[in-house]
């Protein structure tokens, strides 16, 4: 989500805003969760694509006209991504199991923190970035190489997901990792080749994948297919694909005709640390909304007033940690 050694002077900004919508996305999905204790609006419809532009954006910060340095790159991981997960999952294990009124799960989460169940996508990015790394290392970037590894690992990741006992063994979550390779994979095509994709990147062809995508979803909603990625329980992993790839090369152009909306793109480069919070506050904001009287009625205007709160929090708490403890981030002081 969050590319520590991107210079702030050389970001990207319609990065930080592709990443500040599909923020918005994680943030109103718990909300709904958490306060109705169901998907209002259905999960299918835009979690999966969320999270899947997520892993393109990643792939898409991979790539450097500088030659690949594996050690550089592994030593980002691990100070903006793993580092971030022990410190976040540990501070937050004890009032996670006050939250859930559940107090005798503490050492259960405890335990879940270093086989890296505690954030499936945290570890499971930190793992596919790595799994990457060394594939860009050993192969020299030919892509025939990583284009075949891809392939075999999205068919690893179907065959371990319709086997279900090999899910004790998920350890830092591998099935998802090798699912969202070829993603990585594709963000950091599209960014060799940016210039080809430019030549298309017209209102034409923006409004076109719309159309095509709008068609796509309704016909995965007549059909009743399941996109969850999380646990993987996904119907047909060929429309999945078309699924996600045509959103997230929509959601790119989009994010390059956007304006500069500040705290959007603030919410994209400071993600990871949302992300930490995306459980947490929609929870607690949820419960307190409950015990006033605000419990949710049915009127879905209840739910975006309760996700404006949730995001002034959300964004709140990040400040007060970048401002005052980012070290805990893996940024310096």
């Avoid at 459980?279 to 009287?293: D, F």
């Amino acid at each position: 989500m969050q590319d520590s050694h991107h210079q702030i002077g050389r970001r990207k900004l319609w990065v930080d805003t592709l990443r500040g919508i599909c923020m918005l996305a994680v943030l109103l999905d718990h909300t709904e969760l958490y306060y109705t204790g169901n998907n209002i609006i259905n999960y299918n419809l835009y979690v999966p694509n969320a999270m899947i532009a997520f892993f393109c954006v990643s792939g898409y910060l991979f790539f450097r006209y500088e030659p690949f340095s594996l050690s550089h790159k592994l030593r980002s991981v691990a100070r903006g991504i793993i580092m971030p997960y022990f410190i976040f999952t540990l501070l937050m294990a004890v009032p996670k199991a006050i939250a859930h009124h559940q107090y005798t799960t503490v050492a259960e989460q405890l335990m879940a923190i270093p086989v890296g169940r505690a954030s499936w996508f945290v570890t499971a990015l930190a793992v596919s970035e790595i799994i990457f790394a060394l594939l860009l290392w050993i192969s020299k970037d030919k892509w025939q190489l990583i284009t075949v590894a891809c392939t075999v690992a999205f068919i690893t990741a179907i065959l371990l997901t319709s086997h279900p006992q090999f899910e004790p063994y998920n350890a830092w979550n591998i099935h998802n990792a090798l699912l969202a390779l070829p993603f990585i994979y594709t963000g950091y095509l599209y960014h060799k080749h940016e210039s080809l994709f430019e030549r298309i990147n017209t209102p034409l062809y923006t409004v076109l994948l719309l159309i095509i995508l709008i068609i796509i979803k309704i016909t995965e909603q007549g059909y009743g297919v399941n996109n969850c990625i999380y646990p993987i329980n996904i119907s047909h992993f060929s429309v999945f694909t078309l699924d996600t790839l045509i959103s997230t090369l929509f959601l790119v152009y989009v994010s390059k005709r956007l304006p500069d909306v500040f705290m959007l793109s603030w919410t994209g480069s400071h993600s990871i640390v949302y992300y930490f919070l995306a459980g947490g506050i929609p929870l607690l904001l949820s419960r307190l909304a409950i015990s006033a009287g605000f419990g949710y009625e049915g009127r879905y205007h209840q739910v975006v007033i309760l996700f404006a709160a949730v995001y002034v929090a959300a964004t709140a708490a990040t400040w007060i940690i970048y401002r005052y403890v980012p070290f805990i981030t893996g940024k310096k002081m």
